[in-house]
């Protein structure tokens, strides 16, 4: 039963366009979300995270938005660059108190120069 | 700082074989924890601590043992390796549990 899903295996954008990464989930008391970036042979590293009393974070070219009625969250990165390619996870803190992360299944994105 | 360091990075293990996977981190973080990537799946919890004395299992505990002895260290132990294991481990840290976690290179483990 995947909490968190990522239902986009990958995706293809030009260089300079919009990449917009989506990401559904099925725990209405998840209350923190983050988004972590991973490029090949390394570690997961921490992109951009959003509290579930905000809809929306930016930092620079990211931000992600915050649809809790939809369970729906999603990171656009404006304007996508060739070093933006690499695997995203969503990723949802669980709401138990246990500090879990709950990963989706990732979405391979790839910027095209 | 070092960050959160993962050895070895890769290892071929043979079925039933044994094998410890070492983790340490440097940023006197009190939460811990152990996934596994496999293709399609994303990562995995196998096991977590909140702090040196305590762990708590994950999603996918089954056949992987952990201790915490240390804030530093949370070793992952394969007591008899199986095919299935076959996959990439990380390692993550974190000040707190639900805190932005930080992970180590990863290990590649290959069980034949």
């Known amino acids: 039963d995947q909490q968190v899903k990522q239902n986009s295996p990958s995706l293809s954008v030009q260089e300079g366009r919009i990449s917009i990464l989506n990401c559904d989930y099925t725990n209405s008391m998840f209350d923190y979300f983050l988004w972590y970036k991973k490029y090949p042979a390394e570690g997961p590293t921490f992109l951009i995270s959003?509290?579930?009393?905000?809809d929306k974070n930016e930092d620079g070219r990211f931000t992600v938005f915050l649809n809790k009625s939809a369970k729906h969250l999603s990171l656009h990165i404006v304007p996508s660059q060739p070093g933006d390619s690499a695997v995203y996870f969503c990723a949802a803190s669980d709401p138990g108190n246990t500090g879990k992360l709950i990963f989706g299944q990732g979405t391979t994105l790839q910027v095209k120069p | 700082n070092a960050g959160v360091t993962q050895t070895p990075k890769f290892q071929v293990l043979k079925t039933g074989q044994s094998m410890t996977l070492q983790c340490a981190q440097d940023?006197?973080?009190?939460?811990m924890s152990w996934y596994r990537q496999d293709p399609g799946m994303g990562l995995r919890l196998i096991h977590y601590?909140?702090?040196?004395?305590?762990?708590d299992q994950g999603e996918v505990p089954n056949g992987y043992n952990v201790s915490r002895s240390t804030t530093e260290d949370f070793p992952l132990r394969l007591l008899s390796a199986a095919p299935s294991q076959t996959s990439v481990y990380f390692c993550a840290s974190s000040y707190a549990g639900g805190e932005t976690q930080y992970f180590g290179p990863g290990t590649r483990l290959l069980v034949l």
């Open positions: 940023m006197n973080h009190e939460y």
């Open positions: 959003i509290s579930s009393i905000k």
């Open positions: 601590s909140v702090g040196a004395g305590i762990t």
